[in-house]
């Protein structure tokens, strides 16, 4: 069974510009979860989707956002990127018991 | 806001002993698992733990859970190099709430 594909792994982007994160998770899983670990925070929750529904929802600001397609696969975007964006993003493929399977994650620098 | 709190926040032993790491939480809790994740890349699945269980194990891994005082343990035993890599604990609060909730990690460093 193919496991969590992440692209792009790597990303270079200036402040004001925006950014488009794709995430396929493990096949017949619904549930998608994205996290952002910076060394700062750690790693927090951003949201998830199941069914092409956002379910859950961290804190984060309203330029974080994302949607999953009909395939289960999901995108994240984030707007007027600030510096403090800059992080690794990870995406999780969730079963229906709980266990959350992570990506290799998109490394995004912002400058 | 973090959940857990993995202690130590660093562990350096040599190979062939045991590892152990402590992770405390706040609030009640579905499911505990643990992480592992090699110098910032994507977190490696370990291990999961129910609310009704008290302990599991999986090959070198042993894993606790205390509910009444909110922690857990992982046991790593007979230690290698490549178990150098930082750890994670994350629990969720069950039903269609999946989000992770996650400690600040202990990173262990097992020497040759």
């Known amino acids: 069974k193919a496991g969590v594909t992440q692209t792009p792994r790597y990303l270079i982007k200036t402040r004001g510009q925006q950014v488009t994160l794709s995430c396929s998770p493990i096949?017949?899983?619904?549930?998608v979860s994205w996290y952002q670990q910076t060394p700062g925070q750690g790693l927090q929750f951003l949201f998830e989707?199941?069914?092409?529904?956002?379910?859950n929802k961290g804190n984060f600001p309203g330029r974080f956002s994302g949607r999953q397609f009909s395939n289960s696969r999901s995108e994240m975007n984030v707007s007027t990127l600030e510096l403090g964006d800059s992080a690794l993003y990870l995406c999780?493929?969730?079963?229906?018991?709980?266990?959350?399977?992570f990506g290799p994650g998109t490394r995004l620098l912002v400058l | 806001s973090q959940q857990g709190e993995e202690d130590p926040q660093a562990l350096s032993i040599q190979e062939g002993e045991n590892a152990t790491m402590n992770c405390s939480y706040k609030?009640?809790?579905?499911?505990l698992q643990w992480y592992r994740q090699n110098s910032g890349r994507g977190l490696v699945h370990l291990i999961l733990?129910?609310?009704?269980?008290r302990e599991k194990h999986s090959g070198r891994l042993r894993v606790t859970l205390d509910t009444s005082k909110k922690s857990s343990s992982l046991l790593i035993t007979a230690s290698r190099a490549a178990d150098t890599a930082s750890y994670f604990c994350?629990?969720?609060?069950?039903?269609?709430?999946?989000?992770?909730?996650f400690g600040k990690g202990t990173l262990l460093t097992v020497n040759p």
């Open positions: 999780a493929s969730n079963d229906l018991g709980g266990t959350q399977y």
């Open positions: 989707y199941f069914s092409e529904t956002q379910r």
């Open positions: 733990i129910r609310s009704n269980e």
């Open positions: 609030t009640s809790i579905n499911n």
């Open positions: 994350a629990t969720d609060r069950g039903g269609s709430n999946y989000k992770l909730t």
């Open positions: 096949s017949g899983h619904r549930s």
